[in-house]
């Protein structure tokens, strides 16, 4: 691990503003993910930011009926709190779903949704990665490919999105809200938050320099049944090799979002429209621009498959 310097922010204005003038600066809340990749230098900061201190670990109810997660909220509280049990409940089995019982009590929301891909080549810096170094050509292309993406990738990029609780975010339509260095706010609906590869696929996320997530949104409960099914290759603590978010109520209708295929929680909202056709429409429509390779083509057959599932478990 490189030298680096350290410091606690005061506020959030604070913590964002030293983070766009100093280069190279970090945020740093639960550490997870940011210290073994500091440990491996692939992640250098110069600068860490702690922002622990600036009270964001709080849930509280919204005007219109929805519920706002500070950004410092534990995986653990989130997941066990009883309102998301109760209206968003694909949420927490996402959460539970993911790492462990110790990680959870670590992990906060923002650095969930900021988590890097766990492609093999990234982590492996004698191997080339445009993730990791850009213009350095992708060794996963051409490689080993079975944990990789099928869709949404790119010919500078194949890795995916490891995040559990990104996937349910993204099916219970969450909103990410940010302050900027010059104290202004905004909310990033999560459907635009994360970013496809194309050619540039080191930057990962919507987030402008310095700027700092401090909460994330949820919109009023939906009702309908809640399931989170994730296909891996062990009983626990093991990535998904496909995973599926879904909301879907007594009429049929409702929402799909994938995990483990693509750079990024996976949803195509002309696939939710088709839910009362069945299963095998809905799955068509997500996945008519996949370009799998030879190790990772199985993928589709698997999510269809669980989708199936989830779709038929859905409807008691």
């Given amino acids: 691990m490189r030298p680096f310097t350290y410091e606690r922010a005061t506020s959030a204005q604070d913590a964002a503003a ?46 219109d009926g929805g519920l706002r997660i500070g950004a410092l909220v534990r995986n653990t509280d989130l997941a066990a709190d009883k309102r998301v049990r ?21 992990a906060t929301t923002a650095g969930n949704l900021l988590q890097r891909t766990r492609c093999p080549y990234f982590y492996d810096v004698n191997m080339p990665c445009n993730k990791r170094k850009p213009g350095s050509g992708c060794g996963a292309i051409g490689g080993f490919s079975r944990q990789l993406g099928v869709i949404g990738t790119s010919e500078a990029c194949i890795a995916t999105h490891p995040s559990d609780m990104a996937v349910a975010m993204r099916v219970l339509d969450a909103s990410v809200e940010t302050m900027r260095p010059d104290g202004t706010t905004r909310a990033i609906p999560i459907a635009e938050f994360h970013k496809l590869p194309g050619q540039t696929p080191q930057t990962e996320t919507a987030l402008e320099k310095g700027e700092l997530i401090i909460s994330v949104a949820l919109p009023k409960p939906t009702g309908g049944t809640h399931i989170y099914r994730k296909v891996r290759d062990r009983a626990s ?31 195509v909202e002309e696939a939710d429209a088709l839910l009362p056709k069945g299963a095998q429409a809905v799955s068509d429509r997500l996945f008519a621009e996949a370009t799998p390779r030879e190790d990772n083509a199985f993928k589709i057959m698997l999510a269809k498959r669980t ?10």
């Fill in 18 to 63: 030293k983070a766009a003038a100093m280069p190279g600066a970090r945020f740093i809340a639960g550490g997870t993910n940011l210290l073994d990749l500091m440990k491996l230098e692939i992640e250098t900061p110069g600068h860490l930011i702690d922002v622990n201190g600036l009270g964001m670990d709080q849930m509280v109810e919204t005007p």
């Fill in 237 to 267: 603590y093991a990535f998904a090799l496909v995973s599926v978010a879904a909301v879907i109520g007594r009429d049929g209708k409702g929402a799909v979002a994938l995990g483990g295929v693509a750079p990024k929680p996976w949803r």
């Fill in 86 to 106: 109760k209206d968003y409940g694909v949420l927490t089995r996402a959460l539970v779903a993911g790492a462990s019982g110790q990680l959870r009590n670590k």
């Fill in 307 to 316: 989708i199936a599932s989830v779709i038929a478990e859905a409807k008691g």
